[in-house]
C-alpha cells in the first residue's frame, strides 16, 4: 500500500489528511473562511513532523483538482508541487466533485440506482456539477449549470438524482422534482480524498509535477453560452 499526504483547498474549507494503507492517521480543518493561505503551511508542516515523528516515508501528495476557487486551488497546488519537489514525492490528482462522492457512499446514503451530482457553488443560481453513478462511474462530466426547473430533469425522469455540495441546497425549490433529493452536510475535505487517491496511486496514475495545474472554475464560465454569462 502507500501513504499519502492529501491536501485540499478547492472551497471554504482548508484542510489536509495523512492516510497510510487505506487509513487515515492524521486530519486537520480549519472551516473558518477562505483563509487557505493563512494556514495551509502550518497543516502541512504538521502533517510532515506527525509522520517523520512515528518514521513513516512518504509516497506522494494528492491534491484536489478541481473545479473550485481560483485562489483555493492555486494555493493548495503550490503547497503540494513543493512537497513533492522537496521531498521527491509522486503527484495526484483527484476530482474536487468525485472525492464529494466518497462521503456519501461511505455513509450508505444513496440506494442502488440512483445517482449521484455534487454542486459547487458559484454566483446566482449557477453551480459547477457532475453525475456519478453508485461505482462513481461519470453518466455526466463536468459543466457549469445554470439551474432551472429542466437543468436535471432528462436525468431525474429516469432514476432519483441526490443532490449534495456547498452549491445544493439553493437549487432544490428550483429542481422541484419528486425524485430530487438534498444530501446535507456534504463539503469538499482532504480526507474523503483517501480512497480516490489510493486507487490512482495503485493504477499508477501521477501527474507531471513541473507543469500540473487544476481546473479553474473560469475555465467552465468560459463554456457558457454567451446569453447567460
Not at 36 to 62: C, K, N, Q, R
Not at 113 to 134: F, H, Q, S, T
Not at 168 to 176: H, L
Request: with cysteine; hydrophobic share 45%; aromatic share 8%.
Amino acid at each position: 500500500m502507500s501513504t499519502i499526504l492529501h491536501i485540499e483547498t478547492s472551497d471554504r474549507v482548508t484542510s489536509v489528511a495523512v492516510s497510510q494503507d487505506g487509513q487515515v492517521i492524521f486530519d486537520k480543518a480549519d472551516r473558518e473562511g477562505m483563509n487557505h493561505a493563512e494556514h495551509i503551511g502550518g497543516y502541512v508542516a504538521e502533517a510532515l513532523s506527525f509522520a517523520d515523528s512515528h518514521a513513516i516515508p512518504f509516497d506522494a501528495v494528492a491534491v484536489s483538482q478541481g473545479p473550485g476557487s481560483y485562489t483555493g486551488l492555486r494555493i493548495g497546488t503550490s503547497m503540494a508541487k513543493g512537497v513533492c519537489f522537496g521531498r521527491d514525492l509522486k503527484l495526484i490528482a483527484v476530482p474536487t466533485l468525485q472525492l464529494m462522492c466518497v462521503p456519501v457512499l461511505l455513509r450508505e446514503l444513496v440506494p442502488e440506482g440512483a445517482l449521484l451530482c455534487p454542486m459547487l457553488d458559484a454566483r446566482r443560481m449557477e453551480v459547477y456539477a457532475a453525475v456519478y453513478d453508485r461505482a462513481l462511474g461519470e453518466q455526466r462530466p463536468t459543466s457549469a449549470d445554470v439551474v432551472t426547473t429542466d437543468t436535471y430533469r432528462e436525468l431525474l425522469d429516469q432514476a432519483p438524482v441526490y443532490f449534495f455540495g456547498p452549491g445544493a441546497a439553493k437549487c432544490m425549490d428550483v429542481i422541484d422534482h419528486p425524485d430530487a433529493h438534498l444530501i446535507e452536510g456534504i463539503e469538499p475535505l482532504a480526507k474523503w480524498m483517501m480512497p480516490l487517491a489510493e486507487r490512482r496511486f495503485l493504477r499508477g496514475e501521477f501527474e507531471d509535477v513541473a507543469y500540473f495545474t487544476p481546473f479553474y472554475l473560469k475555465d467552465y464560465v468560459a463554456k457558457l453560452p454567451r446569453k447567460l454569462l
